[in-house]
């Protein structure tokens, strides 16, 4: 059996300020659900968008997730729009060689997500392999 995900969600302190981050970063759009403390997400043209998501308050103190990959035309312009706008990059820009960009970023309130540039021209600056980011760029 095959099957794709559905949607995604992302837990926060406060809803309505972490919406604000995520439509300045990427440009998605949130409709907040009459009655409910629920912020629908919609990403892309369509009404109901490239993916569709939500934003809610966090229901446990740490949930563990799946790192959600957004893309976007300059992984640059990216990351440093999501440092002005408090984020915080976790992983540096990293090649998957002749395949693309990417970075692991956290948002204000400490939700972990990556952002990927498509790119079949990447390639690690020479002297560095991919492998030594893995090792030198951690947290202590």
Same mark, same amino acid.
């Given at each position: 059996?095959?099957?794709?995900?559905?949607?995604?969600?992302?837990?926060?302190?406060?809803?309505?300020?972490?919406?604000?981050?995520?439509?300045?970063?990427?440009?998605?759009?949130?409709?907040?659900?009459?009655?409910?403390?629920?912020?629908?997400?919609? =990403?892309?043209?369509?009404?109901?968008?490239? &993916? +569709?998501?939500?934003?809610?308050?966090?229901?446990?103190?740490? !949930?563990? /997730?799946?790192?959600?990959?957004?893309?976007?035309?300059?992984?640059?312009?990216?990351?440093?729009?999501?440092?002005?706008?408090?984020?915080?990059?976790?992983?540096?820009?990293?090649?998957?060689?002749?395949?693309?960009?990417?970075?692991? =970023?956290?948002?204000?309130?400490?939700?972990? &997500? +990556?952002?990927?540039?498509?790119?079949?021209?990447?390639?690690? !600056?020479? /002297?560095?392999?991919?492998?030594?980011?893995?090792?030198?760029?951690?947290?202590?």
């Amino acid at each position: 059996m095959s099957s794709l995900t559905s949607h995604f969600e992302i837990y926060a302190d406060d809803p309505a300020k972490l919406a604000e981050f995520y439509r300045v970063l990427f440009g998605w759009h949130f409709d907040r659900t009459p009655g409910i403390d629920y912020w629908r997400i919609r =990403a892309g043209s369509s009404p109901t968008g490239a &993916f +569709a998501g939500g934003l809610t308050y966090r229901p446990i103190p740490a !949930p563990h /997730g799946w790192v959600q990959y957004v893309a976007v035309p300059s992984l640059d312009e990216a990351l440093a729009k999501t440092l002005q706008l408090g984020g915080e990059v976790l992983y540096p820009k990293t090649a998957v060689p002749k395949t693309g960009w990417y970075a692991i =970023a956290a948002d204000p309130e400490g939700n972990t &997500f +990556a952002i990927w540039q498509a790119d079949p021209t990447a390639s690690p !600056p020479p /002297g560095r392999s991919n492998s030594s980011n893995l090792l030198t760029n951690r947290k202590p």
